[in-house]
């Protein structure tokens, strides 16, 4: 039998223990700020069926859905049916001869139709949170995977733009907590959709938020390019690009969004939900920091779902793409036949928020304690003693653990230092009768003799 050369696929990674500590120190940071404002868990499975997901996520979305192939597509009865049906999604179409499952692309769409499915047990509003892993067929390079995690808080079933003032604050202190200085981006989708009829009508809504999504990574030119492709004329370009030209302050560039679009119904609409949550955040203190509010117009979110403000988050200091964002979806419910149950959520890209904790250096040295005791093995009668001793220190939450076999000193305090493990605990014969036990310090080299008792109440961090 030929050797396998042992790989991964790409886009996906392994986590080694020093990884999982960190990213379990953010989860827990976010778990922690969730609950704290009154989200409850939710978990939904790793695939849906195919047809839940599709054409959520417009064109480029759908694109990157990992289908998953039927069973019994071997079986010589079905090659002319599974030969022709290939030839369908190879040109983009779907086929359920093929494929009827999906993993999840985010966790937004499966918790709606989680709400659709459960609506009438459900307490209105409705706030959840998730932690789980998504995937999405992407080009792999630095913060983006095709296997990630994603942290989301949504509320459902409110209309009340409090909802989006707690999900800003939601995003404050989670980031003040892991130390991150980010800024917090905002923009509306109702001017988008102003701009749209401004430039021919609700048809050309998705032409111009894909486009104006790809801002920052093809810039202005190609963006106008782009918007040319797609059928606007001079004038509708430079309706958008005066649009995206819209600069100043918070209050500046309101006003000039206000004399570029204002004389129309869903401009205003959102130029005053905008001023709703500004008035709430700017002058106040939430939690351990201000919230970072900023209006950004270039803001699109290409989501097709969005219906009202939305969000994204920038870490300052670093070369990454957002590391959060979401937004209000009044009607997502309806695209699994249960209409009016609005809903606002926001994500946190953990990743992302990884990658850029480890390059500022941001993890605390505490994230990295693994066991904190190593209980040297010095013989069948020693070990025994020994275990008796790591059994009463694990009652004390002390994390230990007992070399394997009974070996040289030098090879069980190499052990000790390859994994940074602080102390070396001794108990030979002498230590059994005495009760006693040599405790070294291997960051200082220091060592002394205890009781059992003082053991038990010794302060291992």
């Known amino acids: 039998m030929a050797k396998l050369k042992a790989g991964i696929p790409q886009g996906t990674r392994d986590f080694g223990a020093d990884v999982v500590?960190?990213?379990?120190?953010?989860?827990?940071?976010?778990?922690?700020?969730?609950?704290?404002?009154?989200?409850?868990?939710?978990?939904?499975?790793?695939?849906?069926?195919?047809?839940t997901l599709t054409g959520k996520?417009?064109?480029?979305?759908?694109?990157?859905?990992?289908?998953?192939?039927?069973?019994?597509?071997?079986?010589p009865e079905k090659e002319p049916l599974v030969r022709a049906e290939f030839d369908k999604l190879l040109k983009g179409k779907t086929s359920s001869g093929i494929t009827e499952r999906a993993l999840k692309f985010d966790l937004t769409i499966p918790f709606a139709r989680y709400v659709a499915m459960n609506h009438a047990q459900l307490v209105f509003p409705f706030k959840r949170y998730q932690v789980q892993p998504v995937w999405r067929a992407d080009r792999p390079q630095k913060g983006r995977y095709r296997e990630f995690y994603q942290c989301d808080a949504d509320v459902v079933g409110s209309r009340s733009l409090l909802n989006e003032v707690e999900l800003a604050t939601i995003y404050a202190t989670v980031f003040a907590r892991l130390g991150i200085d980010v800024e917090l981006k905002i923009n509306h989708r109702k001017l988008l959709t102003a701009l749209a009829e401004q430039c021919g009508g609700l048809e050309r809504m998705t032409d111009?938020?894909?486009?104006?999504?790809?801002?920052?990574?093809?810039?202005?030119?190609?963006?106008?390019?782009?918007?040319?492709?797609?059928?606007?004329?001079?004038?509708?370009?430079?309706?958008?690009?005066?649009?995206?030209?819209?600069?100043?302050?918070?209050?500046?560039?309101?006003?000039k969004v206000r004399d570029l679009l204002g004389n129309n119904e869903s401009a205003q609409t959102a130029i005053e939900e905008i001023k709703y949550l500004l008035s709430y955040l700017v002058p106040t203190n939430i939690g351990e920091k201000s919230v970072p509010l900023s209006v950004d117009f270039s803001l699109a979110r290409g989501l097709n779902y969005y219906t009202g403000i939305i969000f994204e988050v920038k870490a300052n200091g670093v070369q990454m793409g957002s590391i959060g964002g979401g937004g209000r979806y009044d009607d997502l419910t309806g695209l699994f036949g249960v209409p009016d149950i609005p809903g606002v959520g926001i994500s946190f890209g953990v990743d992302r928020i990884y990658d850029v904790m480890e390059e500022l250096k941001l993890f605390p040295a505490e994230v990295h304690a693994g066991t904190q005791v190593l209980l040297f093995n010095l013989g069948e009668n020693e070990s025994k003693a020994a275990f008796s001793v790591m059994q009463r220190l694990r009652s004390r939450n002390i994390r230990c653990e007992l070399y394997h076999e009974a070996v040289k000193f030098d090879k069980q305090f190499k052990y000790a230092e390859k994994k940074n493990i602080p102390y070396a605990l001794l108990i030979g014969s002498k230590e059994i009768e005495e009760k006693t036990g040599v405790l070294k310090d291997m960051r200082k080299g220091e060592q002394r003799t205890l009781t059992l008792d003082e053991l038990e109440g010794f302060g291992f961090l």
């Open 57 to 75: 996520y417009g064109e480029e979305g759908d694109k990157l859905i990992f289908k998953i192939l039927n069973n019994g597509l071997d079986n």
């Open 21 to 51: 500590r960190k990213r379990n120190y953010i989860f827990q940071t976010i778990r922690d700020v969730f609950e704290l404002y009154g989200f409850q868990p939710l978990e939904t499975p790793a695939m849906e069926n195919l047809e």
């Open 208 to 255: 111009i938020t894909v486009a104006i999504d790809k801002l920052d990574k093809i810039g202005l030119d190609k963006v106008k390019a782009d918007l040319v492709q797609k059928g606007l004329n001079d004038k509708q370009v430079m309706l958008v690009e005066s649009y995206l030209g819209i600069d100043g302050s918070n209050e500046e560039k309101i006003s």
